[in-house]
């Protein structure tokens, strides 16, 4: 690794990759240390690397190790993150001094990659599907520090849409007000990461690569700050049925609000109640997603480097 300041070292390869214009796709860690279990986890973070190098891009997966910010992890790293005995911190906005000050281990969530990448000069990510205003806000105002973060922070982030366990609605509202574009790619319906369709459109559809990265170049070349969500449908043989998931996730939320369940605690829990009663089945999607958003956002690294 080279030392990039006093508290971030970028591997050699993303930083020649950056120095000469190439382009370089931004990864969290969150979905290695918290989504997905174990040894599963290292196999689908090792398999999205491998897609994005496909595309003739280098993947910079961002974690904190030992208090340092690492933006670009050797396999060695990633398999420290992935194993659940290293006891990783989930680690955002807010998390990321005191990770830093007592020199812990701590994964990426959305809002903290962005803050990572945009440091390091990295302008596209990758996710799962972004964080947002959970049901119950109203009392709980228990909303997600990514839409903060996108509300500022110049980073695209290729997902499947927002999370289905949120309030979906109020995240897109909320999203408005802020002025973060959610934009659909070949489609117009907002998908909900397990499945292609919703009940809400998008703010626009854009069919091309190309016109995707001069979307997100023309926003920032006028100033207008913060980051794009791109919305990238889950492809139609992975997806699960809606009224399946949906009912799954209903009764996680039930099962959740019955023992009290909150804050930071609430993602992973609803999570594995809905892999338990689908039987694995959204575990299955949820990495066929994540290999589907891999690929199109080294696709539109690679259009953005060459208008950069």
Not at 112 to 119: C, E, F
Not at 180 to 204: A, C, H, N, Q
Not at 248 to 255: G, H, T
Request: hydrophobic share 40%.
């Amino acid at each position: 690794m080279l030392v990039y300041g006093k508290y971030i070292d970028i591997s050699k390869e993303v930083l020649l990759a950056l120095d000469y214009g190439k382009p370089v796709v931004a990864l969290g860690t969150t979905i290695i240390s918290h989504e997905i279990p174990y040894p599963l986890n290292i196999e689908a973070a090792l398999n999205v690397e491998k897609i994005i190098r496909k595309e003739g891009v280098v993947p910079a997966s961002i974690a904190i190790i030992d208090g340092r910010v690492k933006v670009g992890l050797t396999k060695d790293e990633l398999e420290y993150i992935a194993n659940p005995k290293n006891k990783i911190i989930k680690t955002s906005r807010r998390d990321i001094p005191t990770v830093i000050a007592k020199k812990l281990d701590g994964s990426t969530t959305v809002a903290s990659t962005m803050i990572m990448a945009d440091t390091a000069g990295i302008k596209i990510m990758i996710s799962g599907g972004i964080g947002g205003v959970h049901r119950g806000a109203s009392e709980t105002f228990d909303i997600s520090a990514d839409l903060e973060e996108l509300e500022k922070t110049d980073v695209a982030v290729v997902c499947s849409g927002i999370k289905p366990i949120l309030d979906i609605r109020l995240t897109l509202e909320l999203l408005e007000t802020k002025g973060v574009p959610v934009i659909g790619y070949k489609t117009k319906v907002l998908p909900t990461y397990f499945t292609r369709t919703s009940e809400y459109k998008v703010d626009s559809n854009i069919e091309s690569v190309e016109e995707l990265a001069n979307a997100i170049k023309a926003k920032w070349d006028l100033d207008l700050r913060g980051g794009v969500v791109i919305a990238n449908p889950i492809p139609k043989e992975f997806e699960m049925d809606y009224d399946v998931i949906n009912l799954a996730i209903e009764k996680a939320i039930e099962k959740s609000i019955k023992l009290e369940i909150k804050g930071n605690m609430s993602t992973q829990f609803l999570q594995e109640e809905i892999r338990k009663l689908t039987n694995g089945e959204s575990l299955k999607s949820s990495i066929k997603l994540l290999y589907n958003n891999a690929r199109l956002s080294a696709k539109l690294a690679r259009e953005y480097s060459k208008l950069d």
